[in-house]
């Protein structure tokens, strides 16, 4: 069975813009979950969609927005970037949101 | 509420010692903790949970961790390092059993196995 994967792996960007991040689940999985992951701050919880909804949110600014299809992929975006956004981007889906995360590789984010 | 500790930012081992990781958590409920390993430039592994049931749990890579409710802390060992154990390791404490809504990941501990 694939694991989850993840697109784009690297991506530069510049303040002010846009990003788009994509993440397929495991087949199976409904459940999926976004992390930022900083130097700084660790790791740190986005939000989870599951069944195309919004289930739960981390305590991120709104510029932070995501969404779910029918086949359970997800898209992550931020709509204004700033220098600070810089990160890895973990993206980990499970069978119902309980129980064991599995995690992809992540996209690396850089900002400038 | 719940938080997790990791004792350690760095722990260095000679290759062939044992490995010990430190974790102490805090949680308002029962909780579920998990041990979590990232190579770099890779996402997280499982290494390890538990979930109530036996306090001695053993994970994959021949490393195991203890719950100990009385010390409030699931220290992470292995009996031999490895080469291949070199990465960042991360405890992990959930509210609901893992769920993505109640995990509360530590600062981590970043492993380094001296040859």
Redesign the interface.
């Known amino acids: 069975k694939a694991g ?1 994967t993840q697109t784009p792996r690297y991506l530069i960007k510049t303040r002010g813009q846009q990003v788009t991040l994509s993440c397929s689940p495991i087949s199976g999985h409904r ?1 999926v ?1 976004w992390y930022q992951q900083t130097p700084g701050q ?4 986005l939000f ?1 969609y599951f069944s195309e909804t919004q ?2 949110k981390g305590n991120f600014p709104g510029q932070f927005s995501g969404r779910q299809f029918s086949n359970s992929r997800s898209e992550m975006n931020v709509s204004t970037l700033e220098l600070g956004d810089s990160a890895l981007y ?1 993206c ?1 889906s ?1 069978l119902e ?10 996209t ?1 984010l850089t900002v400038l | 509420a719940q938080s997790v500790t990791q004792l350690d930012s760095h722990v260095s081992v000679s290759e062939g010692t044992p490995v010990l990781l430190r974790c102490n958590y805090s949680s308002s409920y029962s909780p579920s903790l998990f041990w ?1 390993v990232q190579h770099p ?6 290494l390890l ?1 538990y979930t109530s049931a036996a306090t001695l749990v053993k994970g994959i890579n021949g490393f195991e961790a203890e719950f100990k409710k009385s010390e409030t802390s699931f220290h992470l060992t292995k009996p031999s390092a490895h080469m291949s154990d070199a990465a960042e390791y ?1 405890c992990v404490v959930s509210k ?6 109640g ?1 509360t ?4 501990t970043h492993l380094i196995i001296q040859p």
């Open positions: 989850v459940s979950s660790g790791l740190q919880f989870e289930r739960n973990l980990a499970s949101g309980a129980g064991e995360q599995f995690f992809g590789p992540g690396r | 979590y430039n890779k996402g997280l592994q499982l949970k991360f609901s059993g893992g769920g993505a809504d995990l990941f530590g600062k981590g």
